[in-house]
């Protein structure tokens, strides 16, 4: 099938924004509105099993993540996700688009609503401390690399999975990721599939 015009939209930004980040000003607004609008449906479009590398690249994480944040959250599944296979862990689920976020804290489960709660803003420029969690968590996301290097504590991972593999709208590949991280002191690259879904976790020392 053809992609569709967001579909080429979200591609033609990941790739420039992964070249040069300076350049997301120019895509920050399309793409929030892009989402904003597709925010009420998400959850029917997507495609199933969209998480299936994600959850398999958490259970190779070197260690359990006390304090994660999941990146273009969404309508919550990735941070719902951490949540669960990590019964201890404080999770917080970004996202640009405040109707993503409605949808995400309509669905929190209420048993995880004293440690799972989103907040609105920018991978780009994160209002967070440095080294402020254990594990960065992207599905389907565009990764901005120098907040990534300053967010993530000491020992803590960071993990991009795409639900379709390199057919994923928003798809970096995984020499790109190595590359990119590589040059910011991150390592210990681990990759999974599952099915058609793809992902990778690294560490930073
Ligand atoms: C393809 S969707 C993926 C959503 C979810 N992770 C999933 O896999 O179902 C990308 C999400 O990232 C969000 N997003 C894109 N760029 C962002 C940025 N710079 N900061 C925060 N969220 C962003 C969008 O609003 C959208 O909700």
Redesign the pocket.
Known sequence: MRPSLGQRL?RV?TNAVVAKPQL?RL??GP??R???Q??AN??SI?SPG??AA?ERALARLPEPPKRAL?????????AFTIATHFPEADVVG????PG?LAEARRKTPAAMADRVRFE?????H?PYPDRSFDLVA?????P?FAELARIVAPGGSVLF?F?VGAQ???YVPPARLREELGKRGFGDFVEVEAGPATALIARKP
């Open positions: 979200a930004a997301w895509f920050r793409i929030r892009q989402f904003e597709l925010a998400w959850d997507r969209h998480l994600y999941d990146l273009g959250t969404g309508t919550g599944d990735g970004v996202d640009l688009a993503m609105e803003g920018d991978a780009a994160l992207h599905a389907n996301m565009i901005f999975a639900s994923t709208p928003i």
